[in-house]
């Protein structure tokens, strides 16, 4: 009778036994056809938060993260101080992909006003406008950008380099930076400088609308200080990085009328030149075909249009995006010159 309970506790204990094997990856063994994908884990810089680099920089680690497909990376947003931080620690391999002003990168990558030598990054692709200005309580009585002398005024946040754009726009006005009493903070702190009468104006901006002048015009009443058009015009003529950018009425509280305003370097995703061109193409395409959903997280992905896209902005694009942008056919086969070569660059 021995036997037969052993029998019969066998086939009890049968299919906890299936179920265990199962688990621990007994059965059929594994096809050895299928291909193993690598999990990528990539950092994408950013910059302090306010601004839209914070946010824009975020949904495309999203999108990137989310369709992530074949490639296999696991994408994560990295706030930085900026642009400079991010083409220094992009060289270092800190950083695998990164948000940039275009005015600073054009600088950046010939190694020239104060960077000591030239910066190996590439452009993946040109998204949307920097369009910045100065603001200023209407209670000021500060009224144009002249009226900046002897001032207390915000320039963005230390080491960021927003003095590579706003130095040439100053300087088109009559104006250095020993003129005033320039002050370091970023966007949101600067909003706050504004509303507690620290400074007298600020420097601010971004992809419109960007979140920092909305908040300080929802403060108090704000006035936009107007560029004369004459210097707008040669900073336009003068240098590749400043384009016309109108802000249209509405758009903040208190602007009533549509401000000529200037493009002062749009932002652009940027990785090191080494970057591996597969990973490139992956990553260019990855946010082309899915640019409707950054736009669901931040206005600013409308940018990521044929039209807008690989507007040459003084940065070489990496060999990987140029693949596919001819793939899809918007890749010009002779790109069109900048009104200047590389070493004929006017100093910042």
Not at 209 to 229: C, R
Request: proline share 7%; charged share 20%.
């Amino acid at each position: 009778m021995h036997w037969k309970r052993l029998h019969r506790s066998a086939i009890t204990l049968l299919p906890a036994l299936l179920l265990w094997t199962a688990a621990c990856g007994g059965g059929d063994a594994p096809d050895s056809s299928s291909p193993k994908v690598e999990t990528r884990f990539m950092s994408l810089g950013t910059a302090p938060p306010g601004g839209a680099f914070f946010v824009v920089g975020g949904a495309l680690a999203e999108v990137l993260e989310q369709h992530q497909g074949e490639a296999g990376w696991r994408v994560s947003a990295e706030a930085t101080k900026g642009t400079q931080e991010n083409i220094r620690r992009l060289a270092r391999g800190e950083l695998d992909l990164a948000l940039a002003n275009s005015a600073i990168s054009y600088f950046a990558v010939r190694g020239e006003g104060g960077w000591e030598e030239a910066q190996e990054v590439r452009a993946i692709m040109t998204l949307a406008p920097n369009v910045a200005l100065f603001i200023t309580p209407k209670s000021s009585g500060l009224e144009s950008i002249s009226d900046l002398r002897d001032q207390r005024v915000v320039v963005g946040p230390a080491g960021a380099g927003f003095e590579y754009f706003i130095r040439p726009l100053l300087a088109a006005h009559g104006l250095t930076y020993d003129d005033f009493d320039p002050l370091y903070a970023t966007q949101v702190g600067a909003v706050d400088m504004l509303g507690d009468g620290a400074a007298g104006a600020a420097f601010l901006g971004g992809a419109v609308p960007t979140a920092s002048i909305t908040q300080a015009a929802a403060g108090q009443e704000v006035h936009f200080m107007p560029l004369d058009e004459d210097a707008r015009q040669q900073l336009i003529n003068d240098y590749l990085f400043f384009r016309p950018a109108v802000i249209p009425a509405g758009t903040y509280r208190g602007l009533e009328e549509d401000y000529p305003g200037l493009d002062v370097g749009s932002m652009h995703l940027i990785v090191p030149a080494a970057q591996d061109e597969e990973v490139v193409y992956q990553a260019t395409r990855t946010l082309y075909e899915n640019r409707a959903e950054v736009v669901e997280r931040h206005p600013a992905g409308r940018a990521i249009n044929p039209a807008n896209v690989i507007r040459d902005t003084g940065t070489e694009f990496h060999p990987g995006a140029i693949r596919y942008y001819r793939e899809i056919g918007i890749w010009p086969d002779e790109p069109e010159a900048g009104p200047e070569s590389p070493g004929d660059s006017p100093s910042p």
